[in-house]
């Protein structure tokens, strides 16, 4: 055993490396430092969600080492240029036996920050947040900045193409929830304590390159053995779920729009075909306004009185059917309406340079921002939640975006919109959590956010992919549902699901029946069912106008419920312990296969999923790692290895493993098929 | 006056400006420093042509200036970071009273280096070699590095889009022939002599940000009062076209292909329908070879005996005829040839890094890189060049492409490919030049090239725009060979032209009837008239197989001879003082819409051509600046302003000065119509 792996924090002052717990995190070599300095300026413009931003870089100065001290569980490096030194970077290990690393400027006022982090060629990389294009991030960048995902995220398809005409394409990193923290291959995490604009370039085979647009306050390191140990020690430092109430198991959550009549006779439809309901989801709730897109929800946050007369009374009668109602709320507030009347003349929206409300266009109507830097504002929003949504008896709600913050803004606490930016999300969560906590049966509310951020692991109750497209695409439709929840699984993000049938349909994409079943079956071997009527109802598949989809949707409920103790184990362990419900293949399998697999997870522990993501399969080509596995539909077992089999509507292909302790129940559930 | 005015060269010591001639060029400010040292490493992928470069760069370091030196025609200026001087900035007078600036590092090893020249908001800046999209580069960034324009050159293009799914598509400065070379409106030239990658960003309002990727030789910055003075100053500098054969005149040099008797056949055609011909230009005079994407010439460079039998022969007999025969050559030669054999046995062809040859791709085939750093292989490419064209009487070419040299070959003088890429396509003219010049007969001899550096200016006799698309848009159709023309004109390339209905059929491209002849309209008010039968021949119209668009085309032809008298002086005064035949209306007109004008041009002096690039026009609006004007074709009298005028086919809007010493001329080619 070397000295380097006897101690848990070693400087190897000849070679100027410092290792932590075996793995070697820094060193100093030419063309390849440490740590380099800065200064840029950002130039960012929005619309709609969608950024673009540059930076004008004026300096980067790349430092050497020019002092250290160190002891057992502490090193101080000095790091400078021309016998100036500039920074002072800290390894210190705290009681969590974590390696913390704190960068200290000395002199000089920069705004720029890269810190180089050794790789291996053959390492992994995971997590960054919620990412929707891959799982492993090695080999590639990722920009970390809140926004909309974008309509169509790869630059090679005609979708974003067209989207971009419109400055409204994403790319393979835009997402709703980047987090700057990532899992290596090595068996550590690292978490960088910062919101500002940062770029993970996890491109070089010699290094990975942590870029910062501020100084991060800290960054952190963790090591276990196996990842699930990893993983939960990082959810007890970024916190973990509130877990989900009991009626989520009841069966699905059905998305519908059009006012109390409408949403009865829906319902009554879908009973009628025996498709098992927990909630009535009802994003119009609030009522709609017009505009040249079409309906779009008024931003008032109360029940409208005309689509939901006597809402109240409603909830009580569907809450004695079992059926609890959900709504939608986002932090923005619609111009000149009451509410906003109000939270302008208290001063609780951010505001322009010049000191007026700073509207944001959403689409032909402008919204004031809640501006939760400001202890008032965040109270009378929370408020809001709580006197409007909870108290006549909502039981659940979509909180909605997060990500607009404009970077022009000034915020009641004068703080820079660049680092607030990232963590606007988190506040919103925080505000939503709030109000929960603060009610009397938190236990009985669940809100759903796209948006996150470092703090989303406790604040941020249940994730929703995102606004998918209403196809197979591999960027955007619906397998880019599976590593969101696995790489913000990695990130202690436990709770994830997903528009069933996907959302946004655009330049001729329309949701076809088919991918709105295999989304469904899909979804029953995830933590919630719910379905979306999608962006333009009237053009898309709704599975309540097609009996043979009633059918269908009634069977997958059917298993969702069978699997409710199964799943109710699977939450408990994301409540305790942060493990991700949707667990990916590498987690517990250490075979190449597993490392970059993005279209399979396991749920739970004992659970292999491996959806059909394609149009017309009859049949399924599955990757099964070593274990003792059995089809859940045909009793058939399988060990490691890749197999070809039956997949036909309705039973997307699953595996539980032949040692679980619910084999009695999963054996019940492929009896219903 | 003020004595910054008074003096050629003077350093403000208090404000740390260097003003020349009256305009501040550079001024040390905090966060904007003269100049920036920096360390990169280029990640560099080519494919067929198309680039993709990246810089990883590793440190920026703004400098201050640590000392000056200074007196009336010379300032020393040392800057330097932390007490240690890095770089030496010479200013100094020179004969011409040219301000000379060079660069000098004084220790450490850079690539990397900007310097900033003080700009005002209101500045317009020009050239930058031949550039396509933007003819005012000001509120853009031009990387400089020569490549294939790319098909399509505007990234919100469907076709550009497409291509890029091949690595094929360019963008706004995607051009064959980038220059260090700019304009500014505060009538000064500057020009950087170097070939290393540069990056000339001009979206700054208050400087511009020159950056090289390596340390240039020096800039040279000219004044004059006047554009034509300065032109004609810069040309002094860079040197000077040889001006056209005598018979270029004669009428439409043809593109045909086909072998000996067909070329004969259409030939004969023409001549039926009164097309006035020049030249026979046939590319495939070398023969073809099959590939999967149609036949493609086979690159050995000697007349092909089975398509064209007795070349020699022929050439004599359509000489009496007073045709001339032109052919097609580039510095590549196709594998396993005898040519390649004997060019290899001797080591003329660039090598890779285990000394073989280097084969690049161009499409199913493979071809060595005529290495013209050896001057033996130099003189071995001239030779054949004299032997295989000149000798045989052909009296002009296209010298195609020189934009493919990798950037990871080993040359012979073991020179920096990443320095030497820029400058082969100068090196390229130059072995025509020669070639040339050693012959009989230079002054019958035009050869026409696509790629350029500086030293085309003297080297290459001739520009042609490039490899147009066969359509009416914006950045790759007809109107993209006007900025073309005026961008390199300001840079002192005289003399270009382009194919008289584009080239490249792609994606559902296909040339119309209408768009050929708009452009042979064109092309008759340009220094020469050349069609290309394109990419694509059979799948595109061509003027041969329709009698209405050759009695067009004779039209054209007529016009265009009868114009000789005036071209010719026009052609003179390109070769005498440098000043471009195609010329922008702000060359003479200080006019704001002069300013950005790239849809019309002055041909020569007195003469005003506002094409017609847009498809059903029967009228077109024209701008006209503040002069007396006389229509061509209706003898209509127009002061300065913007009109409408009748545009019908064969009648391209033309308009004549009042005051041209050529006006009968003119009223004859209006009677014309």
Same mark, same amino acid.
């Given at each position: 055993?070397?000295?380097?792996?006897?101690?848990?924090?070693?400087?190897?002052?000849?070679?100027?490396?410092?290792?932590?717990?075996?793995?070697?995190?820094?060193?100093?070599?030419?063309?390849?430092?440490?740590?380099?300095?800065?200064?840029?300026?950002?130039?960012?413009?929005?619309?709609?969600?969608?950024?673009?931003?540059?930076?004008? =870089?004026?300096?980067?100065?790349?430092?050497?080492?020019?002092?250290? !001290?160190?002891?057992?569980?502490?090193?101080?490096?000095?790091?400078?240029?021309?016998?100036?030194?500039?920074?002072?970077?800290?390894?210190?290990?705290?009681?969590?036996?974590?390696?913390?690393?704190?960068?200290?400027?000395?002199?000089?006022?920069?705004?720029?920050?890269?810190?180089?982090?050794?790789?291996?060629?053959?390492?992994?990389?995971?997590?960054?947040?919620?990412?929707?294009?891959?799982?492993?991030?090695?080999?590639?960048?990722?920009?970390?900045?809140?926004?909309?995902?974008?309509?169509?995220?790869?630059?090679?398809?005609?979708?974003?193409?067209?989207?971009?005409?419109?400055?409204?394409?994403?790319?393979?990193?835009?997402?709703?929830?980047?987090?700057?923290?990532?899992?290596?291959?090595?068996?550590?995490?690292?978490?960088?304590?910062?919101?500002?604009?940062?770029?993970?370039?996890?491109?070089?085979?010699?290094?990975?390159?942590?870029?910062?647009?501020?100084?991060?306050?800290?960054?952190?390191?963790?090591?276990?053995?196996?990842?699930?140990?990893?993983?939960?020690?990082?959810?007890?430092?970024?916190?973990?779920?509130?877990?989900?109430?009991?009626?989520?198991?009841?069966?699905?959550?059905?998305?519908?729009?059009?006012?109390?009549?409408?949403?009865?006779?829906?319902?009554?439809?879908?009973?009628?075909?025996?498709?098992?309901?927990?909630?009535?989801?009802?994003?119009?709730?609030?009522?709609?306004?017009?505009?040249?897109?079409?309906?779009?929800?008024?931003?008032?946050?109360?029940?409208?009185?005309?689509?939901?007369?006597?809402?109240?009374?409603?909830?009580?009668?569907?809450? !004695?059917?079992?059926?609890?109602?959900?709504?939608?709320?986002?932090?923005?507030?619609?111009?000149?309406?009451?509410?906003?009347?109000?939270?302008?003349?208290?001063?609780?929206?951010?505001?322009?340079?010049?000191?007026?409300?700073? =509207?944001?266009?959403?689409?032909?109507?402008?919204?004031?921002?809640?501006?939760?830097?400001?202890?008032?504002?965040?109270?009378?929003?929370?408020?809001?939640?709580?006197?409007?949504?909870?108290?006549?008896?909502?039981?659940?709600?979509?909180?909605?975006?997060?990500?607009?913050?404009?970077?022009?803004?000034?915020?009641?606490?004068?703080?820079?919109?660049?680092?607030?930016?990232?963590?606007?999300?988190? =506040?919103?969560?925080?505000?939503?959590?709030?109000?929960? !906590?603060?009610?009397?049966?938190?236990?009985?509310?669940?809100?759903?956010?796209?948006?996150?951020?470092?703090?989303?692991?406790?604040?941020?109750?249940?994730?929703?992919?995102?606004?998918?497209?209403?196809?197979?695409?591999?960027?955007?439709?619906?397998?880019?549902?599976?590593?969101?929840?696995?790489?913000?699984?990695?990130?202690?993000?436990?709770?994830?699901?997903?528009?069933?049938?996907?959302?946004?349909?655009?330049?001729?994409?329309?949701?076809?029946?088919?991918?709105?079943?295999?989304?469904?079956?899909?979804?029953?071997?995830?933590?919630?069912?719910?379905?979306?009527?999608?962006?333009?109802?009237? !053009?898309?598949?709704?599975?309540?106008?097609?009996?043979?989809?009633?059918?269908?949707?009634?069977?997958?409920?059917?298993?969702?419920?069978?699997?409710?103790?199964?799943?109710?184990?699977?939450?408990?362990?994301?409540?305790?312990?942060? =493990?991700?419900?949707?667990?990916?293949?590498?987690?517990?399998?250490?075979?190449?296969?597993?490392?970059?697999?993005?279209?399979?997870?396991?749920?739970?522990?004992?659970?292999?999923?491996?959806?059909?993501?394609?149009?017309?399969?009859?049949?399924?080509?599955?990757?099964?790692?070593?274990?003792?596995?059995?089809?859940?539909?045909?009793?058939?077992?399988?060990?490691?290895?890749?197999?070809?089999?039956?997949?036909?509507?309705?039973?997307?292909?699953?595996?539980?493993?032949?040692?679980?302790?619910?084999?009695?129940?999963?054996?019940?559930?492929?009896?219903?098929?």
């Amino acid at each position: 055993m070397t000295t380097a792996q006897q101690q848990a924090l070693f400087y190897d002052v000849e070679q100027q490396a410092i290792t932590f717990q075996g793995r070697k995190l820094f060193q100093q070599q030419p063309n390849c430092p440490i740590a380099v300095l800065g200064q840029g300026q950002a130039d960012v413009s929005m619309y709609r969600g969608n950024f673009d931003i540059q930076d004008h =870089l004026l300096t980067k100065w790349p430092l050497t080492i020019q002092d250290h !001290q160190a002891n057992t569980d502490r090193l101080v490096l000095t790091l400078g240029t021309h016998d100036t030194a500039y920074l002072c970077l800290t390894f210190q290990i705290d009681a969590q036996a974590q390696l913390i690393v704190t960068p200290e400027v000395l002199t000089g006022s920069w705004n720029r920050l890269w810190l180089r982090i050794v790789a291996e060629p053959s390492d992994n990389v995971y997590g960054g947040g919620e990412q929707l294009s891959y799982f492993n991030l090695r080999g590639h960048h990722f920009p970390l900045w809140s926004s909309e995902p974008g309509i169509g995220r790869n630059k090679h398809t005609l979708t974003t193409f067209q989207a971009d005409q419109d400055h409204a394409g994403g790319d393979y990193y835009t997402t709703n929830f980047p987090e700057a923290t990532f899992i290596s291959s090595q068996k550590y995490y690292c978490h960088a304590t910062t919101y500002a604009y940062a770029d993970f370039d996890f491109s070089q085979p010699g290094y990975y390159d942590l870029q910062f647009w501020a100084i991060p306050e800290r960054l952190q390191f963790g090591t276990a053995d196996d990842y699930p140990s990893l993983i939960s020690k990082l959810a007890d430092q970024l916190g973990r779920t509130q877990g989900l109430p009991e009626w989520t198991n009841n069966g699905v959550i059905i998305g519908l729009q059009g006012g109390t009549e409408r949403v009865e006779a829906i319902k009554q439809k879908l009973q009628q075909h025996h498709v098992q309901l927990a909630g009535l989801w009802c994003q119009d709730w609030e009522g709609t306004q017009t505009t040249s897109f079409g309906k779009r929800n008024y931003w008032e946050w109360r029940a409208d009185s005309k689509l939901y007369p006597q809402l109240k009374a409603h909830i009580q009668n569907w809450q !004695q059917e079992k059926l609890q109602f959900l709504a939608y709320i986002n932090p923005y507030v619609v111009e000149d309406s009451d509410l906003f009347n109000e939270g302008a003349a208290h001063g609780y929206f951010a505001k322009t340079q010049a000191g007026d409300v700073y =509207l944001v266009d959403f689409g032909e109507f402008l919204c004031g921002v809640v501006d939760f830097t400001n202890p008032a504002a965040y109270d009378w929003f929370k408020q809001v939640i709580q006197h409007n949504l909870i108290d006549i008896g909502i039981k659940g709600w979509m909180a909605d975006f997060g990500e607009y913050l404009p970077t022009d803004v000034v915020l009641y606490d004068n703080s820079d919109p660049m680092v607030r930016h990232n963590q606007w999300p988190m =506040l919103w969560a925080k505000c939503n959590y709030d109000a929960v !906590q603060e009610s009397a049966h938190p236990e009985e509310l669940v809100y759903f956010m796209r948006a996150g951020a470092t703090g989303s692991q406790k604040y941020g109750q249940l994730l929703w992919a995102g606004d998918q497209s209403v196809n197979w695409s591999k960027d955007d439709g619906i397998v880019s549902t599976i590593p969101a929840a696995l790489s913000s699984g990695m990130v202690g993000i436990s709770l994830s699901h997903s528009d069933i049938g996907g959302y946004t349909s655009m330049y001729g994409n329309i949701r076809s029946k088919e991918l709105f079943m295999r989304w469904a079956e899909m979804a029953a071997f995830t933590p919630v069912m719910r379905t979306h009527e999608g962006n333009r109802p009237q !053009q898309n598949f709704q599975v309540y106008d097609d009996d043979d989809a009633m059918a269908h949707l009634a069977s997958c409920t059917q298993i969702f419920t069978k699997l409710t103790p199964y799943r109710q184990a699977v939450v408990n362990e994301a409540v305790t312990s942060g =493990l991700p419900a949707q667990r990916p293949l590498m987690m517990y399998y250490d075979e190449p296969a597993a490392d970059n697999c993005q279209t399979e997870y396991l749920f739970g522990r004992d659970l292999l999923v491996a959806p059909v993501v394609q149009p017309h399969q009859a049949s399924w080509t599955v990757y099964l790692p070593d274990d003792q596995w059995v089809n859940l539909w045909t009793g058939e077992s399988y060990t490691g290895g890749t197999y070809d089999v039956p997949a036909p509507i309705g039973q997307t292909p699953v595996f539980y493993r032949q040692s679980s302790a619910f084999t009695e129940l999963f054996k019940e559930i492929g009896a219903l098929k």
